[in-house]
C-alpha cells in the first residue's frame, strides 16, 4: 500500500487537547448536547490528524479522539450489552465494565463515519490506519450471562468481521486489531487464532496488523506466525530490545510493526538513538518488512513530549532511508 522504507505510524491514542476533556465532561454532566461533543471531537480529530502530518507520520490517525476505553467503546454500540456502573480493577481504578445481556446483534456501522470523517480530512493521498479493539479482549473484559467463553470470543469476530467489510467498502486499506494481552495468555493463542480467522474471513483489506504490547513474546512466538494477519506491531524500546532474540529463532515471516519509542519514559529518545535502535532490528527483521511505530498509544504522555518523541522518529527514518538507498 505503501511504497517506501520504513513507513511511520502511530499504535493509537494521542493525549487530548485539555478543553476536549473538559467539553466531555460537561457532557457527562448533561451540561451541553451530544452536538457539542460532536463538535468538538470533530475539532479535535482535525488538529491532532494535522499535527501528525506535522511530525511527518506516513500512516495516520486521530490518536482516538472520540475514545475513552477500548472495550466500552466498541460494546457500547453493540445491541446486546448493558452497563451496570463501574466496578473496581485495581487499586482506586474504576472500569465501566459492560456486560452481556442478551444474544449480541449486529450494531450500525460503529467506525465508518469516523474513518470516512478522518480520510476527507487527509485527502485521497494520504493513508488512515484504524485501531479495533479484538473480539478476545472485549470478551475478556466483559460480564457474560449468555455465552459459553468462547462463543462469546466467536460471536465478537463475527462482528467485527462485519464492521471490516464495511470499512473496505468506505475504502479503508488499514486496520489494526488491538489485542494487549496477546501474550499474557499464551493457553488462548489457538482460541486467539480463530477469533482471526473469523474476523478475517472474506475481508480484503490490504493490511491487517495486530498490536499487542507488554509481556513476555517467548510465550507466543512462532505460534503466533500462523494467524491471519499482516502484520505484527510489537513493543521493543520498554524491554530494551532484549525480545529481539526471541524473534531471530525462528523466520519472522510477517511485517514488523517496530516499537521503538519507550511510551511510559517522558525521556526523548533523539534522533541518533532511534536510528541506532532502528539498526538492532535490522539484524532480525528484513527492512522491506519493517513499519516504524511508538512501542504503544501514547496518551500518557505530556502532548508537547508526544509530539517531540513522533518528530524525532520520522527524522531518524527519512536519515536511514537516505543512507540505505
Ligand atoms: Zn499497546
Redo the contacts with the bound molecule.
Sequence with gaps: MIDKLFPTTI??SYPKPKWLNRVKDLYNENKVSKKVLKEAEDDASRLILNEHQRAGIDILNDGEMRREEMTEYFAEMIPGYEFHGPVRVWGNNYFNKPSVVEELKDPKPMLVDEFKFMKQIVGEESYIKIPITSPYTIAEWSFNEVYSREELIYRLSEIINRELKLLEDAGAKCVQI?E?ALSTRPEDVEIIEEAMRIVTDGVNIDKIIM????GDFSTIYPEILEFDVDQF?L?FANNDYESLEIFSEYEFTKEIGYGCID?HNQEIETVNQIKKDIKKGIEVFKPEKMWINP???VKLLPRDVAYKKLVNMTQATQELRKEMN
Design positions: 499504535i493509537g488491538d494487549p498490536h499487542a504490547c507488554y506491531s513493543e511510551v512501542d504503544c498509544g
